[in-house]
């Protein structure tokens, strides 16, 4: 049996998103499956992937322009395979402390692709994104880093293990 390609695709602006696509395709990778972690703007096609993983950091609760972007150019070919979306976003606890349903927009293009599910991790504030809260887009000065490594590996142990279930179904799953 060959080894099935998954594409792990991202919009980051400060790169706390680009961290977790990266944990994500290295479990996957770890998982057995081939995979490839790459910003979504310059994703070209998806053709090539059994499965997609998609995510974006949440900006004023739309995702960032390349995933969305990314979303609607590839969307045919998207809703003939196994997709799963995330979002980072919230740089509080919350993420951790109980599900956090997709935004709006999110649950649009869920629904739109028949992505197989959506989780949203905290996200983070750093030094290096003090503009962040200048502009408003964070409602304390505190910051920090709210993405839970383990939540990120479990949810990819997940993917791994239901594209285990069905290769016997191709890459449209169906």
Known sequence: MTQQRVLVAYGSKHGATAGIAKEIGRVLG???????????AEVRTVAAFDAVVLGSALYLNHWQRDALGCAHRHADELARRPVWLFSSGP????????????????A?????????????FGGSVTAET?????????????GGDFRNPEHIRRWAREIGA?????EDRGPTGA
């Open 162 to 166: 239901a594209l285990r279930a069905g």
């Open 108 to 120: 649009k293009e869920l629904e739109r692709l028949g992505a197989r599910g959506h989780v949203t």
């Open 130 to 142: 003090p503009g962040l809260v200048a502009r408003g887009m964070v409602r304390h000065e505190k």
């Open 30 to 40: 770890e998982e057995g499956f081939a995979t490839e972690v790459v910003p979504a």
């Open 91 to 106: 740089v509080d606890s919350s993420a951790e402390q109980h599900e956090i349903p997709p935004v709006a927009q999110v």
